[in-house]
């Protein structure tokens, strides 16, 4: 299960709320944030988001790409492979939205250089929270000093919102069959609104993930 969406959309706090619920219900779990989740990938995410070290495109989608390797190599394939059940914050359509939509990669490379990283990996959900692009840089704007992202112009931001709700058309996920179901979820209102939304979202298109508290409610 991955959660995704622009800056300020909400993801870690449902991300968190999912997590607790799970917890209560003993549904065995794990959450894991990108850039990073693993020791390399957290050095990563020291560079692409709080350096001033200038990079270009391309050297920036490689290191997201390669934090992305790492944490699927180590982590969340050995978990998937004992029963656990896996949830990122981001995953592989924050490189498609920031780095081919926001960046203006060419989408051909970096489509083969996720393959690499995910190793055939297909999320079973993607939640995706989808908010204004100013209330969402207004919140982001409140949570302390900006990153290399949220530094970003007006401009790259729409592109990558333009991006995502273009991910959440059925057409667009045929044609992108590695990034698996995508559903749009509202994330504007109270943090109780957006996740009774995200649960009523998982309940419809991942059952089995709630089945035990369906079964107890
Ligand atoms: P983070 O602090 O996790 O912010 P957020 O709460 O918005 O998720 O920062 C991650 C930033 O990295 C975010 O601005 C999106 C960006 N990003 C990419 O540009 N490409 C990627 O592949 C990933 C995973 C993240």
Not at 5 to 26: F, I
Not at 97 to 124: C, F, K, M, W
Not at 162 to 189: L, N, T
Not at 200 to 208: E, F, K, L, V, Y
């Amino acid at each position: 299960m991955v959660f995704e969406g622009g800056e300020g959309a909400g993801k870690s706090t449902q991300l968190q709320r999912l997590s607790a619920r799970l917890t209560v219900d003993g549904v065995k779990h794990a959450v894991y944030r990108e850039p990073g989740g693993t020791p390399v990938g957290d050095r990563i995410r020291e560079i692409l988001l709080h350096s001033d070290l200038p990079l270009a495109p391309t050297a920036e989608a490689s290191l997201f790409v390669a934090s992305r390797a790492q944490l699927v190599h180590t982590v969340v394939k050995p978990a998937l492979v004992a029963g656990q059940h896996i949830l990122l914050d981001r995953f592989l359509l924050s490189t498609y939205a920031y780095q081919i939509h926001g960046r203006g990669l060419p989408s051909r490379e970096v489509r083969a250089a996720n393959e690499l990283a995910t190793q055939g990996l297909v999320p079973d959900l993607t939640v995706l929270l989808r908010l204004p692009v100013s209330e969402g840089l207004d919140r982001a704007g409140k949570r302390g000093e900006a990153d290399r992202f949220e530094r970003a112009d007006r401009g790259f931001h729409d592109r990558v919102a333009a991006a995502f709700d273009q991910f959440a058309e059925p057409s667009w996920q045929r044609a992108h069959p590695e990034c698996g179901k995508i559903v749009a979820v509202d994330a504007s209102g109270s943090l109780d609104e957006v996740e009774q939304r995200v649960q009523a979202a998982i309940a419809a298109h991942c059952p089995a993930l709630l089945s035990r508290a369906g079964s107890r409610a």
